[in-house]
């Protein structure tokens, strides 16, 4: 049920969460002047690109973004994994992070959790849900055309 309702809008869905994501992030450091650490700038190296794509995906009604924003976003979680890892215990910060902005920081905690990598992780695992319920729908819809 799922697939079949959700699946045709699939790359719009994740379009509007690159989006969101996206303007959170410039929101958090042009705003709200939280400063980003090393780990963050990696996860926007990873998400900023994702509108863009998606939005051309858009326009040009191409279905097909997944093979490229999938294993963008699966990076990019690989980061906020590491990231959200680095806040809970810090001993394991790395030379990657800098002493005087360090990665252990954190600067907002929402619902006692929700920290800036655990947005950042959210939105990229549903980016590759919605994207890969899209690629299961195309899927289902060939199946259906090869029974007619």
């Not at 806040?87 to 929402?110: A, G």
């Amino acid at each position: 049920m799922i697939v079949e309702s959700f699946g045709t809008s699939a790359v719009t869905i994740a379009l509007l969460i690159s989006a969101v994501a996206t303007a959170g992030s410039l929101y958090l450091s042009e705003v709200a002047h939280f400063v980003p650490c090393k780990l963050c700038w990696y996860q926007r190296i990873a998400m900023y690109p994702l509108p863009v794509i998606l939005g051309s995906a858009v326009l040009l009604r191409r279905r097909d973004v997944h093979v490229y924003v999938i294993p963008v976003a699966a990076l990019g979680s690989v980061v906020s994994i590491y990231h959200i890892l680095v806040e809970r215990f810090p001993r394991l910060e790395s030379s990657v992070c800098d002493t005087s902005n360090p990665c252990t920081v954190i600067w907002t905690r929402h619902f006692g959790f929700e920290t800036i990598p655990t947005m950042a992780l959210t939105a990229f695992a549903l980016i590759i849900a919605a994207l890969s319920i899209g690629v299961a729908s195309d899927r289902q819809l060939v199946v259906s055309e090869k029974e007619q």
